[in-house]
Every structure is written in C-alpha cells, then in structure tokens.
C-alpha cells in the first residue's frame, strides 16, 4: 500500500510505523510526507490500535528533508511552494494528533525533521551511539514546521541552545535537552520500547485518547497561526540564495561560502 513506510500491528494492538527509504536515511521526500498523513488517518480511524511505534528501517531513524525535494522548491510557482510546505505542517499535525499514544523508537542518527519528528512522539527512546542535530542552519534552512513542537518539546531556553547552531550532540545531551525521555544500549532498546507500550494496554483506550487530547489543550497552542506562520518562513527560506548555496555546496561536497573553515 505505501512505498515509503511500511505499517504493520500485532494481535494485542501495537502497531509499528517504520520509515521505508533507507538509502537515503529516511529522509522525508514529498511522496513520504503524503504516505505519512494517509497512514495517521488510517491509525487514528482504527479502534483497535492501542499503541502506535514510530521508528525507521536501516541505520537512520530520520536524516530530514530530502534536500532534493526541498531544492526543486525554488523552481516551482508560489502556490506549490506553499502546498509542499503546508504538507510537511500537516505531517507534523497529523502524527502529533494521533488519538493513540506515539513512542519513538529512535534506533539511529535523527537530524533536521527527524528531530522535529521525535518531538511529536509522546515519549522518543533512543540508543546511545545516536547523533542528533538541528542542522538547518548549516543549509540556509531553519527549523521552521518542526519548530512549535520542537520548541514545546525541549522549552525555549533549552531550544536556544541547539535551534540555531546546528550542533551535533549525542543521546546523553538529547536526554538533559529533553528531546529523548532515555537513551539506552542498542541491544536494549527493544526492551525499553516495550516497558514504555505495556502500561497503556492495562488502560481503557478513550480515556488515554481523551487524556491526551487533554494533554494538547493544556500545554502549548499549536494553532493554525501558528502553522501558517512556520509555512510562509519555511517557504521564505527555500526562496533564500543562502539555500540555493547550502544545497549546492552539499550535493557538490564542499564548504558553503559562508562557512569558515578554519574554525
């Protein structure tokens, strides 16, 4: 059914949604984007899906945008610019709306959206060899669609710290900027997923919906404002000759005009 994402649930109810593009880390082309919106719809129509595990297949969990779709931004007119940025945001809205609670299995390295895509899960586990990062800035880019959830995620003062610097850190960091809830061995953390999947099958399933449903009310607003604020930035960003210059410098392996490289 999808080409990206492989969705599969097991006799008690868990279901487990794997990002399928492993050859390119997982990263988020526009096919992805759409096949992730369908599976959320779908999930969130299942009664019996009672826990929901967001991981990827291959070494990454989430490498981000794929800078290919994102490049092919600038040739397009406005209105498809905005319809391919709204898509990321309703991504992003649809996994963090989900009725049933979203565990993070983040088995690899999670820069850029996949980060933003570990801060809608309500708890994100991680190994300890993970690298993770907000690595926009180093491509003209800036964390715009993920950064209401990421922001809510980690607190203001703690999102300053990496938002803007696009600074690698490590699963001990990920955890005190509270990005992760814990980091574990590779070897444990099939175990530490199930531990965080067991408790909620003890419990009535709507009132876990309507809890977290409460939860959302209660805690930050991410209004539509708010979202087509974060579009028309991200937007502004791929029409930016920064982007056209950190993407170029990417795909032919050097250093952006802007980077010093003797720091």
């Known amino acids: 059914m999808f080409k990206t994402l492989l969705l599969e649930k097991d006799d008690r ?4 949604l794997r990002l399928n593009r492993p050859e390119k880390h997982n990263a988020m ?3 992805m984007l759409s096949e992730l919106i369908e599976a959320s719809r779908q999930i969130s129509k299942d009664p019996s899906t009672r826990v929901v595990i967001l991981t990827g297949v291959g070494k990454s969990f989430c490498a981000g ?3 290919a779709w994102m490049r092919a931004q600038r040739k397009m007119e406005p209105a498809l610019r905005i319809r391919e940025a709204r898509k990321l945001a309703e991504m992003l809205q649809a996994l963090n ?3 049933q609670p979203l565990i993070g299995k983040i088995q690899g390295n ?3 959206g996949g980060v933003g895509m570990a801060c809608v899960c309500d708890v994100a586990i991680g190994f300890d060899g993970l690298k993770m990062g907000l690595t926009e800035t180093r491509l003209g880019l800036i964390p715009a669609t993920i950064g209401p959830y990421v922001v809510s995620r980690m607190g203001e003062a703690k999102a300053r710290r990496v938002f803007m610097s696009a600074r690698i850190f490590d699963a001990a960091e990920a955890v005190r900027l509270n990005l992760l809830a814990d980091s574990v061995t590779a070897s444990a953390l099939d175990d530490a997923i199930e531990n965080e999947v067991e408790p909620y099958l003890s419990c009535a399933p709507r009132a876990v919906a309507r809890a977290k449903s409460l939860i959302r009310y209660l805690g930050t607003p991410i209004d539509d ?3 087509d604020h974060t579009i028309n ?3 502004a960003c791929w029409q930016d000759e920064e982007f056209e210059e950190g993407t170029r410098a990417f795909f ?3 250093m952006p005009t802007w980077a010093q490289t003797d720091v």
């Open 13 to 16: 109810g868990v279901a487990t």
């Open 29 to 31: 082309s526009g096919e």
């Open 65 to 67: 945008g794929d800078l």
């Open 97 to 99: 709306s989900l009725p």
């Open 110 to 112: 999670a820069f850029g």
């Open 225 to 227: 404002a708010v979202v």
């Open 233 to 235: 930035e991200l937007v």
């Open 252 to 254: 032919e392996k050097r």
